[in-house]
């Protein structure tokens, strides 16, 4: 089965960006839908933004306008840009392929992302 990997997490000030990396073991252009997940202290893990093979976007009202996802299946990696990050973006941040209300691939061990005010 293919493996996730992501990277790019940090600290960060409030107003700060990162760019976070998912790069699977395997092909993904096969894979309908990715999607960028997180999870904060306490909280169950949320969909913050997905991409299907065709480019098409989807992304939680919380980070619509700030965040941007986007794939490259030549390099079977997905990507999200977070801009104007806020202390509520605080979470370990994980990728996976969302299908209906499950996921397809095992969790990676997710990238940290801490927004300081």
């Known amino acids: 089965q293919v493996q996730l990997v992501e990277s790019g997490g940090g600290l960060v000030e409030a107003g700060g960006s990162l760019r976070l990396s998912c790069a699977a073991s395997g092909s993904i252009s096969s894979i309908y839908a990715m999607g960028w997940y997180r999870q904060a202290p306490g909280k169950q893990r949320e969909l913050v933004a997905s991409?299907?093979?065709?480019?098409?976007?989807n992304y939680a009202d919380s980070v619509k306008g700030r965040f941007t996802i986007s794939r490259d299946n030549a390099k079977n990696t997905v990507y999200l840009q977070m801009n104007s990050l806020e202390p509520d973006d605080t979470a370990v941040y994980y990728c996976?392929?969302?299908?209906?209300?499950?996921?397809?691939?095992?969790w990676g061990q997710g990238t940290q992302v801490t927004v300081s005010s």
């Open positions: 996976n392929a969302p299908i209906l209300n499950r996921v397809l691939l095992s």
């Open positions: 991409i299907t093979s065709g480019g098409s976007t």
